[in-house]
């Protein structure tokens, strides 16, 4: 039961336009707060709008939506809160056997649920690599502490084999 009353606030009913003629549209706008779209994806705020289409091959949805969303720094694991911007062009096939493998589709009811395009549009929105700034330090691979935070205690013998073969032999000239 928890799961519909969570997609209830991004289900719409298109009856009307599935019954309409060719061309037949309606704007929708979204302006919430707060809205978890899914176990895994949770936007704040989520405002935009769009415009649903009836065409001969079911409902088109067309706009732009605007939200953060919450990310992992790829260097030091920290939260960050990313502005995105999620783009909405896809159509939602009727009848939904007209469909091609993995479309999405519309039913006879005309209830359209809008999260799990949401959901994929959002976690397309993060890039590949985030950053918490522009000059992560991430942590250290060592003792794994957050080197943004101040530097840890870890001592690192991080000298190639070769160089130090190398320091052993100016060392030595040195002392010569
Ligand atoms: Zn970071
Ligand atoms: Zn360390």
Redesign the pocket.
């Known amino acids: 039961m928890k799961e519909k009353q969570r997609l209830s606030r991004l289900r719409f009913n298109f009856g009307h336009l599935l019954e309409g003629g060719l061309g037949a549209r309606r704007d929708v706008e979204l302006d919430y707060p707060d809205i978890e779209i899914s176990e895994d994806v949770n936007l704040s705020p989520l405002k935009g709008k769009f415009r649903a289409t009836r065409t001969s091959r079911g409902i088109y949805l067309n706009g732009k939506l605007e939200s953060t969303i919450e990310a992992e720094c790829t260097r030091c694991l920290d939260t960050v809160t990313l502005p995105i911007e999620i783009q909405i062009d896809d159509l939602y096939y009727h009848p939904a056997h007209t469909a091609p493998p993995g479309e999405f589709v519309i039913n006879e009811d005309g209830i359209l649920d809008l999260a799990p395009l949401i959901r994929e549009l959002s976690l397309l929105a993060i890039p590949m690599q985030v950053y918490c700034r522009d000059a992560c330090k991430g942590i250290?691979?060592?003792?794994?502490?957050n080197?943004n935070e101040g530097?840890?205690?870890?001592v690192f013998d991080d000298i190639d084999p070769r160089l130090a073969a190398l320091r052993v032999l100016l060392e030595d000239q040195d002392e010569s």
């Open positions: 250290c691979v060592q003792c794994g502490k080197l530097e840890c205690d870890c």
